[in-house]
């Protein structure tokens, strides 16, 4: 026992433990501050570029002038397309896993897969889409390609979401449900589906937001390097901006004069994948602290 | 392994308190009896003056009992056990104020000399001590065979009853003068055979607490 | 094993066997449960008390090891028959857990849920329903301006009480307790021990409870679970004051535990 007295130099005591909490405060705050540098030197280069014109009209003059709206909007289409593919397979996969499939084994074998479809570089999954989407499905260069080999990527990302968001249902509302004479789809559709769906909502704008900043997937598969016009369909080419900015910055032949243009694009997107990745902190805050159980 | 410790030891106080009772009463009876053989009012008085601690012992087991029941909710073999303890105080105060009552006829008779020698009385005493006696044993050690032979020492203490009847009918009818003496010793009789009924009944409580049955055994 | 219907009996088992995997929970055991009464189940943890009462409605499927033998009739027939109908079976044989769990919407469609199941759309009717299961838990008076609120807005009793007129509003025959006031303060459990005994003169109830008290103060009959095996099963007063086995008796008395 400690003897009463000793109780106040506790400062003393634990000079040691003050140190180490201070080495890995450091190592903690130091991440924070690459991002914020990070942001603020792509911001401070990008903001100049940034204007009504940048935003919304199309690249001109070899896209030294004019603006990146194609990109953008190409982006937007591409990335949601690519959560129409992605969500239905992977919350769908996640349901069957976590609700209905009850083999350890067969559980095991699709969840290695997964994890193993989670590994695989982003450029081998546009080689994939290129054989598959591209040509073997006669898809062409186009919107669809794209969105299924982007929706194949993500797909890791929303089952495994799905899926925690599914154990995190309480088991009780299973329980409650069987024993009131559900059937387990009844359960599931009734009562677990929809005390899952804000996770699962989080787990998708993860998805969205990695869709929209990959380049190498879309690259084999239905990104235009220069198309100043919306795409017309679903089988049509489109720009996109993470592929825009890495022609501006490696690809342009007057790379010094679109620097700046450069800047501009990458905050456009860095801003975009922000704000989707506060979009899903947000709903998952809000879920938080209004759930019941 | 034991896990209602604290409950069964004060379960075991409990029981050593109803013996001490008991024992008291017991106690009670043998000297109320000497103080008659011996016309010693002295003793008779004493009789009379622990009667007052038996009553507060009473009040203290009944308070015991109520307490366990509503602090320890008893089950079973527990409860039965409780349960007994608080009937058969009763009928261990009602034995005891007997007791006093024969210490009372004693004090009544006084110095005066008896009519006839104590021969039968002091028998019923001993008997009923007796029965007394083995139905606490029969308490503390749950053995039904002494509570059975309990009842059965009573038939006896019955017809001795019958008999100092008979015999103390005679005595007044011989000489008017005996009269008051002998209805002191008439009394003195009829309370030892209620002493002999109320440890029957005793025993009665006795072999439900062992098996559970209640069965009536003094028709 | 062939089922008959045995009058005035809910359930009749005999020679139950159940396991988990390689664990035998319950080691063959045989039981009359008779209708319209309350029956208490007793023992100490991991005695198999629970197992036995999930077998009743078979909620016991939704656990992937365990297998059951012997026969479980329920009203003439074998529950674990090859055709039997488990959704069919979970609407006659309600079930109420260890812990209140309302479904996170409203009162309302916590109790409307069952119905709903079965087919009610009509308004009207399941009006009627959600007001007469509330009204037989108690619960009308005091949720009957909030049906709308959800149901994690109620007490930890009121809750429970919930759950219990969602049972009922299935019309159940049977309804499966299990320790259902193991989470609730004392006044919540007296009010749902005052429910059990009005809701017995309409259903069998079977209650597994820790609570050696709750199952003399609630039950007609006990069953005194040891190690999978029932040691003694009868009238809860006999059970409670005279048992007949040594094993109830130490049980009970606390001499072993």
């Avoid at chain 2, 065979?145 to 009842?151: K, S």
């Avoid at chain 3, 994690?152 to 919930?162: A, D, T, V």
């Amino acid at each position: 026992m400690v003897k009463p007295e000793q109780l106040r130099n506790g400062k003393k005591l634990h000079i040691s433990e003050m140190l180490g909490y201070g080495i890995l405060l450091l190592f903690a705050l130091s991440s924070v501050a690459v991002l914020v540098y990070f942001i603020g030197s792509i911001a401070s280069r990008g903001l100049s570029s940034i204007s009504w014109t940048f935003l919304t009209e199309v690249p001109r003059v070899g896209m030294t002038e004019g603006g990146i709206m194609p990109a953008i909007v190409g982006t937007i289409y591409v990335s949601l397309l690519t959560l129409a593919v992605s969500v239905p397979l992977g919350v769908g996969s996640a349901i069957y896993i976590n609700e209905f499939s009850s083999q350890g084994l067969f559980n095991r074998i699709i969840r290695l897969s997964i994890r193993n479809i989670a590994g695989v570089p982003s450029i081998v999954f546009g080689l994939f889409g290129l054989g598959l989407f591209v040509a073997g499905m006669k898809l062409g260069q186009s919107l669809l390609a794209a969105a299924f080999t982007l929706g194949l990527m993500t797909y890791p990302v929303i089952v495994t979401t799905a899926e925690e968001a599914l154990k995190a249902v309480p088991q009780s509302f299973r329980d409650g449900a069987l024993a009131l004479g559900a059937t387990r789809w009844q359960a599931v559709r009734h009562q677990v589906l929809p005390a899952a769906i804000p996770g699962m909502a989080t787990g998708a704008i993860l998805g969205l937001g990695r869709a929209a900043g990959e380049t190498a997937p879309i690259l084999l598969t239905g990104a235009a390097y220069f198309l100043p016009r919306l795409p017309q369909g679903v089988t049509d080419q489109f720009m996109a901006l993470p592929y825009h900015l890495f022609i501006l910055a490696t690809q342009h032949n007057q790379i010094s004069v679109v620097r700046p243009l450069a800047y501009g694009t990458a905050l456009v997107l860095l801003a975009l994948v922000l704000l989707l990745n506060g979009a899903a902190i947000a709903i998952r805050l809000y879920y938080r602290k209004s759930k019941q159980w | 392994m034991e896990v209602r410790r604290s409950f069964h030891e004060e379960l075991q106080q409990l029981i050593a308190q109803l013996l001490m009772m008991g024992d008291m009463v017991e106690q009670s009876i043998a000297k109320s009896i000497r103080a008659l053989k011996e016309q010693n009012l002295e003793l008779a008085r004493q009789v009379v003056e622990e009667d007052d601690a038996i009553d507060a012992l009473e009040l203290e087991i009944e308070a015991k009992c109520l307490e366990l029941i509503a602090r320890q909710q008893p089950m079973a073999k527990d409860l039965r056990k409780i349960a007994t303890a608080l009937k058969i105080i009763t009928d261990l105060e009602r034995i005891a104020d007997h007791a006093c009552n024969i210490a009372e006829a004693c004090l009544k008779i006084g110095k005066e000399p008896l009519i006839k020698p104590l021969v039968d009385i002091p028998r019923m005493a001993e008997l009923a001590r007796g029965m007394l006696k083995k139905a606490l044993d029969s308490y503390a050690n749950n053995d039904v065979q002494l509570a059975y032979e309990v009842c059965r020492a009573d038939d006896e203490v019955d017809s001795l009853h019958n008999q100092v009847f008979r015999e103390l009918l005679t005595y007044m009818m011989q000489d008017p003068k005996n009269i008051q003496q002998a209805t002191s010793l008439l009394f003195i009789s009829s309370y030892l055979e209620r002493i002999g009924d109320y440890t029957t009944n005793l025993a009665e409580w006795l072999i439900y607490m062992v098996t559970g049955e209640r069965k009536k055994l003094n028709d | 094993m062939t089922c008959s219907v045995i009058n005035q009996v809910a359930f009749s088992i005999k020679d139950l066997q159940i396991s988990y995997g390689k664990e035998k929970v319950i080691k063959g055991i045989a039981l009359d449960i008779q209708e319209k009464e309350v029956t208490a189940i007793i023992g100490p943890s991991g005695c198999g008390k629970s197992t036995f009462l999930k077998t009743l409605n078979r909620m016991i499927d939704t656990v992937p090891s365990s297998r059951v033998t012997g026969s479980i009739c329920y009203r003439g027939q074998d529950i674990y028959a090859a055709s039997t109908n488990v959704v069919a079976l979970r609407h006659n044989v309600g079930m109420v857990f260890q812990k209140p769990n309302p479904f996170p919407k409203s009162i309302f469609d916590n109790i409307a849920f069952g119905p709903r199941l079965q087919g009610v759309r009509d308004k009207q009717k399941l009006k009627q329903i959600v007001e007469s299961s509330l009204k037989r838990t108690a619960l009308w008076d005091e949720v009957k301006d909030r049906l709308n609120s959800s149901a994690f807005s109620l007490s930890g009793g009121q809750q429970q009480r919930l759950c219990i007129a969602r049972a009922l509003a299935v019309e159940p025959d049977v309804i499966l307790m299990d320790e259902p006031c193991s989470a609730l303060d004392p006044i919540a459990t007296a009010k749902i021990e005052d429910l059990i005994e009005e809701l017995r003169k309409q259903y069998t109830i079977i209650i597994v409870t820790h609570n050696m008290q709750q199952a003399a103060r609630v039950s007609q009959k006990t069953a005194f679970f040891l190690t999978g095996n029932v040691i003694e099963f009868g009238e809860t007063a006999k059970i409670f004051t005279k048992p007949k086995e040594k094993k109830t008796e130490d049980y009970i008395t606390g001499r072993f535990g």
